[in-house]
């Protein structure tokens, strides 16, 4: 097949097939190596032979160019890295590389084939839930019913970040049986809702119980409260079933203030560009060492410094309000509440935004990507 008949089977809808199956393999496989392989193999290749529908969609867009600063400085406080290495430093690049594409392919699709992407999103919120059953079903099979905190199936098997990945879908599904104006099998959707919310329960990931509740607030108003109080107490009694445990999930939640504040200590003469990108994010705190900063925001203020930090603010407040328009010209809540519960759970957890394939992408890229081709141009046919 030449390229330009390749062009144009991705053109015609083929290049949604194949993110479809990328989408579907974070609950379908069994390892992240192999969905990383999947996007690497299928998606990345197909969004470079689009690439000039992809230049002539953004050109103007003045989120997609503060992106792109963003990502490029951060790229570039690989030089001033005191632990530079070559190969290392590649790697990041390859990973920034990865997650543009999927950022602009993702709001590209939104756009471009926005039925297919109505059919797309209630599948992939059912393929969620079935697989949160099955992961809640095999995890108690094997470990302590309620006590322990249960690790998903698949490439998402860590609590946090798999409850956050599942969370997104959590506040899709909620949306599409409370929140727009045509709603279709609400039985079915609270049943999926549930399904869902059990797993993040079952986590005991306060990161993600966080997010979905910025979210709800914003889908549902003050109705929200209800699911939150609730979600809270059972949260809350979960933990509590074992008091050991529940002293030292206190105890280490508590270490977020000292693991901060040592890495605002570790920022001495480096405050206007940062350490690098390749800095060791490790922390030592409290006699402990930890693996990485507890928190999104600051992992770019070490990194690139204030600089860094001012253009991931810019690229978060331009996406707010864009978000804030769309709701005050068509009623879309979707893109504000999504993108707020991006913004909380880095709030609380993960480092690095510019990563290979991961669940961060699902959680706090998407829905900027979603607002940056949805501003100017909203989907024809998506239901509202």
């Known amino acids: 097949m030449g390229i330009r ?27 992240a190596s192999g969905h990383r392989r999947l996007y690497y193999l299928l998606v990345f290749p197909a969004v470079l032979l689009l690439a000039r529908e992809l230049l002539a969609f953004y050109r103007g867009n003045q989120l ?15 030089a001033w890295s005191s632990n530079f290495e070559a190969q290392a430093a590649i790697w990041a690049v390859g990973y920034s590389l990865a997650l543009l594409s999927f950022i602009f392919i993702s709001g590209y699709l939104w756009i471009q084939y926005p039925r297919q992407i109505e059919r797309l999103l209630p599948r992939a919120v059912w393929l969620a839930a079935a697989a949160a059953v099955a992961s809640i079903a095999v995890w108690y099979l094997n470990n302590p019913f309620p006590s322990s905190r249960l690790e998903p199936l698949g490439v998402m098997h860590h609590q ?27 039985g079915l959707g609270i049943a ?49 079933v074992n008091p050991q445990d529940w002293w030292y999930r206190v105890e280490t939640f508590s270490f977020r203030p000292g693991i901060w504040k040592q890495l605002l200590t ?9 350490r690098g990108y390749l800095v060791n994010p490790r922390i030592d705190a409290y006699g402990y060492t930890f693996d990485h900063a507890h928190n999104g925001y ?14 991931l603010l810019s690229v978060l407040a331009i996406s ?30 993960f480092d690095r935004l510019l990563v290979h394939p991961k669940e ?22 998506f239901a509202q």
């Open 320 to 349: 707010v309000l864009w978000a804030i328009r769309l709701y005050r010209a068509s009623g879309q809540r979707l893109y504000l509440a999504l993108l707020l519960y991006g913004m909380t759970v880095i709030l609380m957890d």
């Open 266 to 274: 570790e920022m001495d003469g480096h405050w206007l560009f940062g």
């Open 160 to 186: 946090n970040k798999g409850a956050c990945a599942y969370g997104i879908f959590l506040v899709l599904c909620v949306y599409h049986t409370f929140a727009r104006k045509q709603q279709t099998h609400k």
């Open 64 to 78: 997609s160019g503060l992106i792109l600063l963003y990502v490029g400085y951060m790229m570039a406080s690989l």
């Open 298 to 311: 600051l992992a770019s203020l070490r990194d690139g410094g204030l600089v860094g930090l001012l253009l």
């Open 5 to 31: 008949k390749l062009r144009g089977y991705l053109l015609d809808r083929g290049i949604v097939h194949l993110y479809s199956i990328f989408i579907a393999g974070y609950f379908l496989l069994p390892m």
């Open 192 to 240: 999926v809702a549930l399904a869902l919310l059990a797993l993040i329960l079952f986590t005991q990931s306060r990161t993600a119980l966080a997010g979905v509740s910025a979210a709800l607030l914003v889908l549902l108003g003050y109705q929200a409260l209800w699911v939150i109080v609730a979600g809270l107490g059972i949260s809350f009694a979960l933990v509590s």
């Open 360 to 381: 961060l992408w699902l959680f706090f890229w998407l829905p900027i990507a979603l607002i940056m081709a949805s501003y100017s141009r909203p989907p024809r046919g």
